[in-house]
């Protein structure tokens, strides 16, 4: 039978759960994107607030901690098949131990590889984020790959934490917001539309300036720069704005 | 503020031949109002020339006093002229720094007046950051020489790394192009900010106190191609540079000529970027492999070969060491064939505790087989399809480069 979960953490860990304690499942699925079949049952799996801290503990007490990392890196992924790399990551740890260690194993290579992509991807935001000063608060439109949001919120929270900002993904309508106290994850329905001041136009137009001053002809090497600055990130890059 | 702009742009230009832009070496929670550090370092843009834009690089000004001939800010020079107050530094890094462009402040400066006055006015710039507004990000300073012992370590105190830059590894050659500059002048200062460093750790082991001096520690920097210093010279000097003052980095420079002078290579003149990428590979070397300068080059091979990495070149001249048997040797030993690096060579440590590994696990794990495959045997078998011969594989990797290149067109 396959599990439907309604596209949460807490819904994944209890159809995880429901697999290892009463019923295996022939896969896990998210509700809205499931593809009803002939041959396939289904089952409509709950959030359930003790399942989902049950099989948390679980993988941290059979396979290791840092398992569980990987294994919520692989949920916030955009990947297709997440779910049942997850459960086949889950399957060997149960009979080897402490399977972070393994890398090139075909039941590990998967999630080893979207927990490099999704780490690498929040590493690149906390540097390529752009805040725009909205009347005293700080506001960035960010479009990533995977939802990475809650992965970059921490450093901002500690590196700004005088500051009132949102940090805004206009892919999944979702937002992470610091009020100078405590941070948060809402959805949020419609994109923002806002004027910005004449001091916020001030700054831009310096920074691209310094932008431009700051290469150096002679080492002129735009195949470089598409590397490291992948175009479909460059919408909300204030300096690759023209 | 179209005053401010046109500052920077001239600034930004002075200060731009300077390679590091390294935000890395310190991790440090926000202590003030704004900013925090970050040990592994965060890269905010990349320009048009490929480069990684980390810190907002500056000068404090670009009026000297010098005339050093490969330099674009000597006094000779027709340029323009400008200078920034302090408070105007610390605004615009405060201001850029908001809007996370950047991860902190790189200022460098001409000497302007004198050393104790430029240092003084780049102190004063740290001080209004630091303490007006708040600011716990980054600070790279430049070390101007022949500033006093004492403003130095009023700016260790500041500051998260200073550099001091060599530009020329010979006594030679700054002779001729840098004749302010001495080895002497250069060098002292290094030293006595490593023992302040070393103190301060020391200290701060003990007493936990929360002043910490320079944690980020020195960098220098050496220009490529201006003079006729080998490259066994170059990576001698930053050899004896890591062992003796604990420098974190050395940065080259491919020299690009902006000035005619009989004394260096004409304007036109390519930039050596191929050899400039060669010494970062040895570089590389010598801090993550642990090789020691002297076992790539030598007073009778003194440069660099350009078609192929100093680590192949290495294990060419030393092929009785081959292949390495990768269910067997340490890591220390993996790390020295060509195609692993620090990350598949962990990998392989790891994953050798469950399974034997075998040659197609090597390539999931991150190993570059193209290379590789020459070096090593898996479970006893070779797969290089050659005889274990030096001439036979440097033609093979030649071929494999030709193939590279045609496949443009």
Same mark, same amino acid.
């Given at each position: 039978?396959?599990?439907?979960?309604?596209?949460? /953490?807490?819904?994944?860990? @209890?159809?995880?759960?429901?697999?290892?304690?009463?019923?295996?499942?022939?896969?896990?699925? @998210?509700?809205?994107?499931?593809?009803?079949?002939?041959?396939?049952?289904?089952?409509?799996?709950?959030?359930?607030?003790?399942?989902?801290?049950?099989?948390?503990?679980?993988?941290?007490?059979?396979?290791?901690?840092?398992?569980?990392?990987?294994?919520?890196?692989?949920?916030?992924?955009?990947?297709?098949?997440?779910?049942?790399?997850?459960?086949?990551?889950?399957?060997?740890?149960?009979?080897?131990?402490? *399977?972070?260690?393994? /890398?090139?194993?075909?039941?590990?290579?998967?999630?080893?590889?979207?927990?490099?992509?999704?780490?690498?991807?929040?590493?690149?935001?906390?540097?390529?984020?752009?805040?725009?000063?909205?009347?005293?608060?700080?506001?960035?439109? *960010?479009?990533?790959?995977?939802? *990475?949001?809650?992965? *970059?919120?921490?450093?901002?929270?500690?590196?700004?934490?005088?500051?009132?900002?949102?940090?805004?993904?206009?892919?999944?309508?979702?937002?992470?917001?610091?009020?100078?106290?405590?941070?948060?994850?809402?959805?949020?329905?419609?994109?923002?539309?806002?004027?910005?001041?004449?001091?916020?136009?001030?700054?831009?137009?310096?920074?691209?300036?310094?932008?431009?001053?700051?290469?150096?002809?002679?080492?002129?090497?735009?195949?470089?720069?598409?590397?490291?600055?992948?175009?479909?990130?460059?919408?909300?890059? @204030?300096?690759?704005?023209? | 503020?179209?005053?401010?702009?046109?500052?920077?742009?001239?600034? =930004?230009?002075?200060?731009?031949?300077?390679?590091?832009?390294?935000?890395?070496?310190?991790?440090?929670?926000?202590?003030?109002?704004?900013?925090?550090?970050?040990? &592994?370092?965060?890269?905010?843009?990349?320009?048009?020339?490929?480069?990684?834009?980390?810190?907002?690089?500056?000068?404090?000004?670009?009026?000297?006093?010098?005339?050093?001939?490969?330099?674009?800010?000597?006094?000779?020079?027709?340029?323009?002229?400008?200078?920034?107050?302090?408070?105007?530094?610390?605004?615009?890094?405060?201001?850029?720094? !908001? !809007?996370?462009?950047?991860?902190?402040?790189?200022?460098?400066? =001409?000497?302007?007046?004198?050393?104790?006055?430029?240092?003084?006015? #780049?102190?004063?710039?740290?001080?209004?950051?630091?303490?007006?507004?708040?600011?716990?990000?980054?600070?790279?300073?430049?070390?101007?020489?022949?500033?006093?012992?004492?403003?130095?370590?009023?700016?260790?105190?500041?500051?998260?790394?200073?550099?001091?830059?060599?530009?020329?590894?010979?006594?030679?050659?700054?002779?001729?192009? =840098?004749?302010?500059?001495?080895?002497?002048?250069?060098?002292?200062?290094?030293?006595?900010?490593?023992?302040?460093?070393?103190?301060?750790?020391?200290?701060?082991?003990?007493?936990?106190?929360?002043?910490?001096?320079?944690?980020?520690?020195?960098?220098?920097?050496?220009?490529?191609?201006?003079?006729?210093?080998?490259?066994?010279?170059?990576?001698?000097?930053?050899?004896?540079?890591?062992?003796?003052?604990?420098?974190?980095?050395?940065?080259?420079?491919?020299?690009?000529?902006?000035?005619?002078?009989?004394?260096?290579? =004409?304007?036109?003149?390519?930039?050596?970027?191929?050899?400039?990428?060669?010494?970062?590979?040895?570089?590389?070397?010598?801090?993550?492999?642990?090789?020691?300068?002297?076992?790539?080059?030598?007073?009778?091979?003194?440069?660099?070969?350009?078609? &192929?990495?100093?680590? #192949?070149?290495?294990?060419?001249?030393?092929?009785?060491?081959?292949?390495?048997?990768?269910?067997?040797?340490?890591?220390?030993?993996?790390? !020295?064939?060509?195609?692993?690096?620090?990350?598949?060579?962990?990998?392989?440590?790891?994953?050798?505790?469950?399974?034997?590994?075998?040659?197609?696990?090597?390539?999931?794990?991150?190993?570059?087989?193209? !290379?590789?495959?020459?070096?090593?045997?898996?479970?006893?078998?070779?797969?290089?399809?050659?005889?274990?011969?030096?001439? #036979?594989?440097?033609?093979?990797?030649?071929?494999?480069?030709?193939?590279?290149?045609?496949?443009?067109?």
């Amino acid at each position: 039978m396959d599990y439907l979960y309604d596209g949460t /953490y807490k819904g994944l860990m @209890t159809a995880l759960y429901i697999n290892y304690k009463y019923k295996k499942t022939t896969g896990i699925f @998210t509700k809205n994107l499931y593809q009803k079949s002939m041959i396939s049952d289904y089952k409509i799996v709950k959030s359930n607030e003790e399942f989902s801290k049950k099989m948390e503990e679980f993988i941290s007490d059979v396979i290791s901690k840092s398992a569980l990392k990987l294994i919520y890196y692989a949920y916030l992924s955009k990947e297709a098949n997440k779910e049942d790399f997850i459960l086949k990551f889950i399957d060997l740890g149960l009979k080897k131990g402490n *399977i972070t260690q393994l /890398y090139s194993h075909e039941d590990t290579l998967p999630i080893q590889k979207i927990y490099d992509k999704v780490s690498k991807e929040k590493h690149r935001f906390l540097g390529i984020l752009r805040f725009k000063d909205l009347n005293g608060i700080l506001f960035a439109n *960010i479009s990533p790959d995977n939802d *990475i949001v809650e992965l *970059i919120m921490p450093h901002f929270v500690d590196r700004f934490k005088s500051e009132n900002f949102i940090i805004f993904d206009d892919k999944r309508f979702k937002a992470g917001i610091y009020n100078k106290n405590q941070w948060y994850i809402t959805n949020i329905n419609e994109k923002f539309y806002s004027k910005f001041s004449d001091v916020e136009e001030k700054y831009e137009a310096m920074w691209k300036e310094y932008f431009k001053s700051i290469s150096i002809e002679d080492r002129k090497n735009l195949k470089s720069q598409f590397q490291f600055v992948p175009a479909r990130y460059r919408k909300n890059i @204030t300096e690759f704005i023209k | 503020m179209e005053k401010l702009i046109s500052k920077l742009k001239i600034l =930004a230009e002075g200060a731009k031949y300077d390679v590091s832009c390294s935000s890395s070496g310190v991790e440090r929670k926000n202590k003030g109002k704004i900013g925090n550090s970050r040990s &592994f370092g965060i890269c905010h843009t990349w320009s048009s020339d490929g480069r990684c834009i980390s810190l907002l690089k500056v000068l404090m000004s670009n009026n000297c006093i010098y005339d050093c001939t490969y330099c674009i800010n000597r006094n000779s020079n027709d340029i323009e002229r400008a200078s920034f107050l302090p408070e105007e530094i610390a605004k615009i890094t405060y201001e850029f720094y !908001r !809007r996370n462009y950047i991860e902190g402040l790189f200022l460098s400066s =001409a000497v302007d007046k004198t050393p104790d006055y430029t240092t003084e006015k #780049i102190c004063k710039s740290l001080e209004i950051l630091r303490f007006k507004y708040g600011f716990s990000g980054y600070i790279h300073v430049k070390g101007i020489p022949n500033t006093s012992k004492d403003l130095m370590s009023k700016i260790g105190f500041l500051a998260d790394r200073l550099s001091i830059n060599i530009e020329l590894p010979s006594k030679k050659s700054l002779k001729l192009l =840098a004749p302010q500059k001495s080895t002497k002048n250069l060098l002292l200062p290094m030293k006595n900010l490593n023992n302040q460093i070393m103190e301060n750790k020391e200290e701060n082991s003990r007493y936990k106190t929360s002043k910490k001096f320079l944690p980020a520690g020195q960098t220098t920097q050496m220009i490529v191609g201006a003079t006729q210093d080998s490259d066994y010279q170059l990576l001698k000097t930053s050899q004896n540079l890591y062992d003796r003052f604990n420098l974190k980095r050395v940065f080259y420079s491919a020299y690009i000529p902006v000035v005619q002078n009989s004394l260096l290579p =004409a304007v036109n003149t390519k930039p050596p970027l191929k050899r400039e990428h060669r010494l970062y590979q040895a570089d590389w070397l010598l801090r993550f492999y642990k090789f020691r300068a002297d076992e790539l080059l030598s007073e009778t091979n003194r440069n660099f070969d350009l078609q &192929f990495d100093p680590k #192949i070149n290495w294990a060419l001249n030393n092929i009785h060491l081959f292949p390495k048997e990768v269910n067997k040797v340490s890591y220390k030993e993996l790390l !020295r064939i060509p195609g692993i690096g620090p990350k598949s060579a962990q990998r392989i440590v790891k994953e050798r505790n469950f399974f034997k590994i075998k040659y197609d696990n090597l390539k999931k794990m991150g190993v570059v087989l193209k !290379r590789a495959k020459y070096f090593l045997t898996c479970d006893g078998r070779y797969f290089g399809g050659i005889e274990v011969n030096p001439e #036979i594989i440097k033609y093979k990797l030649g071929e494999d480069d030709k193939d590279r290149q045609l496949s443009f067109f």
